[in-house]
């Protein structure tokens, strides 16, 4: 159902940002995937870092899932002149900024359950969290005011926040099916063997790598797809790819500055996001390229380019005062050294093949030979009296 207003499209980016903050969280604090256990001794660092992940990486989408719902209820946006580039341009900030605004639930949410872990470093926990989900909602801002544009970039971070949420789903349950319990689970991590060694490469685990290179190449092209056969903008659509690892990555680099205190497969995530933005921006750029290809060699000729920017004259009777005049061809005069009466009737021009082969008839005897009359009759301008016919004696 359409929102309706300016007022009702702001209210509805705030409204829909806070419940997916809300939605996001009570799903991780419900699962155990996100938990602000009490680490005295450090022996629940790797718990902290990963919530304190989960926590910039849920306010950051919480941002952009606003924006984009928003944008697509409402109905104000038609009233923006979309020829007005400035118009338009404030219109999507504003809702941004509201995104954002109700984006800020999620600080609340996280700073209050953060009083629980009682750090060594600091005695306020939750506000270090809450600084977290602050910088998460500045980090979706920006994206925000992107995936509002292009609708590749919002069908990117929609489908990964899809599929990263599906993941620590499967994860959890494979913790609870193979005896571990619910434990908390890594941001975009999903570790598939038991063995410590055979799958790994110094400190790249291999299956997670090919888990996570993968499935940022697969959404960055599948999310590409539609908005190249729609013929949107080809450097949003190429781009588009790496927008959603990118939020992971950004998420990761602030969670763990200093990769102290993690374990092996957060520190293998921690070293693979970058190249997931790289494998994410490769499927995308990579359809994008597929689609230009094909419409180069499908695109018409310059010989038919010319016959449609140059259509076939209009006869004379149908033509218009703007329409162009044809050609016309040159008329053919007569011979100017002949006289208008100057052409022999028919029976002055004797075929060869007849006088070679009928006999010449002599005249009788006792009759003079006339000839027969080449010229009609013609009268005198002067007297009008008619002339006396060739070979006719006076």
């Known amino acids: 159902m359409a929102v309706r207003g300016w007022g009702g499209s702001i209210a509805a980016a705030i409204g829909i940002a806070a419940g997916a903050g809300a939605a996001q969280l009570g799903l991780g604090y419900g699962l155990g995937i996100i938990a602000w256990l009490p680490s005295t001794n450090g022996s629940n660092e790797a718990a902290w870092v990963a919530s304190l ?141 038991s063995d410590a060694d055979r799958f790994w490469f110094r400190n790249i685990y291999l299956p997670g790598a090919a888990l996570t290179l993968g499935s940022a190449l697969v959404i960055g092209a599948l999310a590409a797809w539609p908005a190249v056969r729609r013929s949107d903008s080809r450097v949003g659509t190429a781009v588009s790819g790496g927008i959603g690892p990118l939020l992971v990555a950004a998420a ?64 004379a009777a149908e033509l218009t005062p703007g329409d162009p005049v044809p050609a016309q061809e040159p008329k053919r005069e007569p011979d100017a050294d002949l006289a208008d009466d100057a052409y022999a009737p028919a029976r002055a021009y004797v075929s060869d093949t007849a006088t070679a082969t009928e006999p010449a008839q002599e005249p009788a005897r006792g009759q003079a030979a006339v000839a027969a009359p080449l010229w009609p009759e013609q009268s005198t301008p002067d007297t009008g009296r008619k002339r006396p016919r060739r070979g006719k004696q006076p």
């Open 53 to 193: 992940a989960w926590a910039t990486w849920i306010a950051a989408t919480s941002t952009v899932i606003g924006a984009i719902c928003a944008d697509r209820l409402s109905s104000a946006a038609s009233l923006v002149d979309s020829r007005d580039v400035l118009a338009s341009g404030l219109w999507r900030v504003v809702l941004a900024v509201a995104a954002s605004v109700g984006a800020l639930a999620t600080v609340a949410l996280v700073a209050v359950p953060a009083r629980d872990a009682a750090r060594a470093d600091t005695f306020t926990p939750q506000t270090i969290a809450a600084g977290y989900a602050a910088i998460g909602v500045i980090v979706g801002l920006l994206i925000a005011v992107w995936a509002v544009v292009s609708r590749a970039v919002a069908a990117n971070v929609i489908a990964t926040v899809s599929w990263l949420w599906l993941l620590a789903v499967v994860a959890v349950i494979d913790g609870v099916a193979s005896g571990r319990g619910l434990g908390t689970a890594q941001l975009g991590v999903w570790q598939l063997t």
């Open 252 to 315: 990761y680099i602030l969670a763990a500055p200093r990769l102290v205190g993690i374990r092996a497969e957060q520190l293998s995530a921690y070293l693979l996001a970058p190249y997931a933005v790289i494998a994410g921006l490769a499927g995308s750029v990579l359809v994008t390229a597929i689609r230009q290809r094909s419409e180069a060699r499908s695109a018409p000729t310059p010989a038919v380019l010319a016959e449609l920017q140059w259509p076939a004259p209009k006869p």
